[in-house]
T-cell receptor, first 108, second 113 residues
């Protein structure tokens, strides 16, 4: 079976750093996506990791360890607009398997 | 502005109704997807179309019937739905099936009474 785990909810303060973890046990692995989804809106692409290591894109970074079945999304200098759900998705052959998503609330 | 549009954005229907959800992508992609998103559950892949051919059907009940008349349009025909089918239905597209980044539409919020 396929299993992807993320925390259900997280809270953080404006200006802070938050790390959202994702662990997976899947039959096959080609890469891992992170998507952001604001309430009532479409999920939007944040990052795609294929190789181990950290990839940085502005305030957002994504890390992957294939041997540990682990990824995290790091958000720096949090802003109120970062309040959203963050979806971890594993790419297997020709489909994506999603986690339940982590709802992040940023407080002033 | 998203390159994937969905209509209607909200839909309320009775269990005996027939309705259709529409998705249109303006990105020149060849693959399109239907997902179901329920509260506190992962996004569930329902159907995948590549070059207008269905390549994936994830054991979806027959009361959901997809149609892909061309690579830019995707429909989901609904009939005799159940209350547990109430969810957000998301359409997505990508250049090809597989590792390509998927671009999502805003979804149709469906309530079945």
């Amino acid at each position: 079976g396929q299993n992807i785990d993320q925390p259900t909810e997280m809270t953080a303060t404006e200006g802070a750093i938050v790390q959202i973890n994702c662990t997976y046990q899947t039959s096959g692995f080609n890469g891992l996506f992170w998507y952001q989804q604001h309430a009532g809106e479409a999920p939007t692409f944040l990052s795609y990791n294929v190789l181990d290591g950290l990839e940085e894109k502005g305030r957002f970074s994504s890390f992957l360890s294939r041997s540990k079945g682990y990824s995290y999304l790091l958000l720096k200098e949090l802003q109120m607009k970062d309040s959203a759900s963050y979806l971890c998705a594993v790419h297997i052959t020709d489909k994506l398997i999603f986690g339940t998503g982590t709802r992040l609330q940023v407080f002033p | 502005e998203t390159g994937v549009t969905q209509t209607p954005r909200h839909l309320v229907m009775g269990m005996t109704n027939k309705k259709s959800l529409k998705c249109e992508q303006h990105l020149g992609h060849n693959a399109m997807y239907w997902y179901k998103q329920s509260a506190k559950k992962p996004l569930e892949l329902m159907f995948v179309y590549s070059l207008e051919e269905r390549v994936e059907n994830n054991s979806v009940p027959s009361r959901f019937s997809p149609e892909c008349p061309n690579s830019s349009h995707l429909f989901l025909h609904l009939h005799t739905l159940q209350p547990e089918d109430s969810a957000l239905y998301l359409c997505a597209s990508s250049h090809g099936v597989g590792a390509e980044t998927q671009y999502f539409g805003p979804g149709t919020r469906l309530l079945v009474l």
